[in-house]
């Protein structure tokens, strides 16, 4: 079993629907997890981070974490033909002294159609 | 101006030829970061460091070198490339606190024939 599961996809989308992007792991030290947004010909860029479980909202963006099942979850609200991308879901386990290890999912793509 | 850059954005080279990709940094980050992504692999760690004296090889190493010249600059070499190193580089960096998120450049984009 890989460390970070991700669904490739592609997902296709009408304009205004409601988005669920979804990794599993099973390294049940990760702490911080984190979505990554990447633009056709583009690095990956920081969308939201999360720590431990929980979740978090910015916009029409929600970041959820379920440790307790390893699985977590990105949800877009009315989504835009500008979310077009592919999702990159990455985490790490406790920051200590030398750690440094991002275990990214292989990425979604998504395209949304207006 | 871009926090993370690299140079060339694009390069086409042939098998054994050696070649540098080049990464800058303008974020203060002490810790930087190659990556490799080819399709239905994800990113793959090459090399990271952790500041100027500190060099590591990461997942896939085998084929690659890597210099810090100072704590804003990582050069990326392939001393003799070879067509299944064809692949998008990115660099990335992280000023290791926290949850270590990484910042990432624009990407080169090899084509090694």
């Known amino acids: 079993q890989k460390e970070v599961e991700q669904d490739p996809g592609p997902l296709s989308v009408p304009e205004g629907a409601i988005v669920s992007l979804n990794c599993t792991y099973s390294n049940s030290a990760f702490q911080y997890f984190m979505w990554y947004r990447q633009y056709s010909r583009k690095g990956p860029e920081l969308l939201m981070y999360?720590?431990?479980?929980g979740n978090k909202e910015d916009g029409r963006f929600t970041a959820q974490v379920d440790k307790s099942s390893k699985y977590i979850s990105l949800f877009i609200r009315d989504s835009q033909p500008s979310d077009s991308a592919t999702y990159l879901c990455?985490?790490?386990?406790?920051?200590?002294?030398?750690?440094?290890?991002?275990?990214f999912g292989k990425g979604t793509k998504l395209s949304v159609i207006p | 101006d871009a926090d993370v850059t690299q140079t060339p954005r694009n390069r086409i080279t042939k098998t054994g030829k050696r070649i540098m990709l080049e990464c800058s940094q303008t974020?203060?980050?002490?810790?930087m970061y190659w990556y490799r992504q080819d399709p239905g692999l994800g990113l793959r760690l090459i090399y990271y460091?952790?500041?100027?004296?500190?060099?590591n090889k990461g997942e896939i190493s085998d084929g690659y070198s890597v210099s810090r010249q100072a704590q804003a600059k990582f050069s990326l070499s392939l001393e003799s490339a070879i067509p299944n190193q064809t692949a998008l580089y990115f660099c990335?960096?992280?000023?290791?606190?926290?949850?270590?998120?990484?910042?990432f450049g624009p990407g080169t984009r090899l084509l090694v024939l």
């Open positions: 990335a960096t992280s000023d290791g606190q926290g949850e270590e998120t990484q910042y």
């Open positions: 990455a985490m790490s386990p406790y920051s200590g002294a030398g750690s440094y290890q991002l275990t």
């Open positions: 999360t720590y431990s479980s």
């Open positions: 974020k203060g980050h002490d810790r």
């Open positions: 460091s952790f500041d100027v004296k500190d060099i």
